[in-house]
């Protein structure tokens, strides 16, 4: 059987990292409804003695815009994006699905436009830590059974699975249990979950069924590169009574710990 994650389809070429300033973006979701993901984020690369900024001009990226049919709207956020990070030659996200909005959708979107250059230099956070900065034991330790959900966008846009499973077999005494099916949909895709709200929520429940198998099998931590599938998901986890002590945790919390 073919292993899930030799199915990424992106290869990168990643620049080498020789100590710049990185700007942190965070997507307005995170700052809205995950602000812990963020916090995690910014001290991992304390610890790390990166430097980082935050450009205070930033705002959204355009991807609910772009996913709705709205491109000339999306373009007058791209562009002001471009704005706001345009002097940074890193830029690190904690969402894999806002990261892929830049590095791959922005020359979808507007392709002669100068924001492309800008978007290809944005990196999710697990992808920046092992595959430019090649760190996979930062002296973390979480002793816990802990499954992962990674979204579309990390595994089939960025090709982050990888990098995202070996940051966290990483951390002392965590055991890896894999969900099964891991590469399927969740079913949120953004604003899809607004237009097809039915077929969202019977992807939805297929993921929490077999979310509830690695629960069963002790799992009461799961990690994600993405919180806006979490967002999806876990609306679907809280109805259900018997996974209500389950966490879903942006990955840098757990190297934070």
């Known amino acids: 059987m073919i292993d899930a994650l030799e199915r990424e389809v992106p290869k990168w070429d990643y620049p080498e990292y020789r100590g710049e300033e990185v700007a942190l973006f965070i997507p307005c979701f995170i700052d809205q409804f995950f602000p ?16 980082f900024v935050y450009p205070e001009e930033q705002t959204c990226c355009g991807q609910p815009a772009f996913n709705s049919g709205y491109w ?24 894999s699905s806002c990261a892929a909005m830049c590095r791959v959708f922005f020359k979808e979107a507007d392709p002669n436009s100068p924001v492309v250059d800008v978007g290809a230099r944005v990196y999710e956070f697990s992808e920046f830590l092992v595959n430019v900065l090649h760190k996979t034991d930062l002296g973390a330790s979480f002793p816990h059974k802990v499954a992962m959900h990674i979204g579309c966008h990390g595994r089939r846009e960025l090709g982050i699975a990888r990098a995202a499973q070996t940051l966290l077999e990483g951390i002392q005494g965590l055991e890896y249990v894999p969900i099964p099916s891991v590469e399927e949909c969740c079913g949120f895709g953004g604003t899809f979950s607004i237009k097809m709200p039915g077929t969202s929520i019977n992807m939805g429940k297929k993921k929490v069924a077999n979310i509830r198998k690695v629960y069963e099998q002790g799992v009461r931590v799961l990690a994600t590169t993405d919180m806006s599938c979490a967002m999806h998901f876990g609306g679907l986890m809280k109805r259900d009574g018997d996974l209500a002590d389950l966490q879903i945790r942006y990955i840098a919390e757990l190297i934070a710990q």
């Open 36 to 51: 812990e993901a963020g916090i995690a984020t910014v001290k991992v690369l304390e610890k790390l003695n990166i430097p």
């Open 72 to 95: 000339d709207d999306a373009r007058k956020v791209m562009a002001q994006f471009g704005r706001a990070f345009e002097r940074y030659k890193w830029i690190v996200t904690p969402s």
